[in-house]
Structures are given as structure tokens and as C-alpha cells.
């Protein structure tokens, strides 16, 4: 089972991206969900989780610049992305937290450039 993370694409410095990750009820219903992401030549890193019941953490350099949120009817995971730096640019993927490696899907581009 992979959690398949949509939405990325390429903005400019600036621009905003909102990404979906959809999963089975019976992965997203009792976990915290957490968005990763992975930049040419580091490793992956959390940027944001949500737990159950609505609570968040988010990575520092991304804190009120993006909004995590979940949509338990729709078993979705979203990452509003706003204010949008180049070092931004990476991969991004949806998983557990903690993550599961068999959850790990292919992700989604973000590319931020002008």
C-alpha cells in the first residue's frame, strides 16, 4: 500500500501550491499524518504532521508559511503551501508519523524558481 502525494508543480518565488494525499480509512483514521520531503543531495525530512484530532507541528522553516489539515470524511491529507522559497524545492511525500517505509509512494515535484 503507497500513499500517493498530488499537486506539486512548478511556482515562483512567492507563489502558493496546495498538495492531497488520499489513503485507505484504515491508514489515515487513527494515525498522525505527516508530510516529508526530500531535496537533491539531503535527506528526507518532516515537514509537517497532524494528528487525529487536528493537532500540528511544523518544521521551523516552514512555520507560518504552510498549513497542514486533514479531511477525516475524504481520508486526505492536505499541505497548503504559501509564500514559497527556492530552498522549498524538493519532493514531497505523505506517510505515517511515525513513517512506515511500505507508505512511501513516488511523491510530488515542487519546484519553486523563477
Known amino acids: 500500500v503507497q500513499l500517493q502525494a498530488s499537486g506539486g508543480g512548478l511556482v515562483q518565488p512567492g507563489g502558493s501550491l496546495r498538495l492531497s494525499c488520499a489513503a485507505s480509512?484504515?491508514?489515515?483514521?487513527?494515525?498522525?499524518m505527516g508530510w516529508y520531503r526530500q531535496a537533491p543531495g539531503k535527506q528526507r525530512e518532516l515537514v509537517a504532521m497532524?494528528?487525529?484530532?487536528?493537532?500540528?507541528i511544523y518544521l521551523d522553516s516552514v512555520k507560518g508559511r504552510f498549513t497542514i489539515s486533514r479531511n477525516n470524511a475524504k481520508n486526505t491529507v492536505y499541505l497548503q503551501m504559501n509564500s514559497l522559497k527556492p530552498e522549498d524545492t524538493a519532493v514531497y511525500y505523505c506517510?505515517?508519523?511515525?513513517?512506515?517505509?511500505?507508505?512511501w509512494g513516488q511523491g510530488t515535484q515542487v519546484t519553486v524558481s523563477s
Open positions: 506517510n505515517t508519523y511515525p513513517m512506515l517505509p511500505l507508505y
Open positions: 497532524i494528528t487525529s484530532g487536528g493537532s500540528t
Open positions: 480509512r484504515n491508514i489515515f483514521s487513527i494515525n498522525t
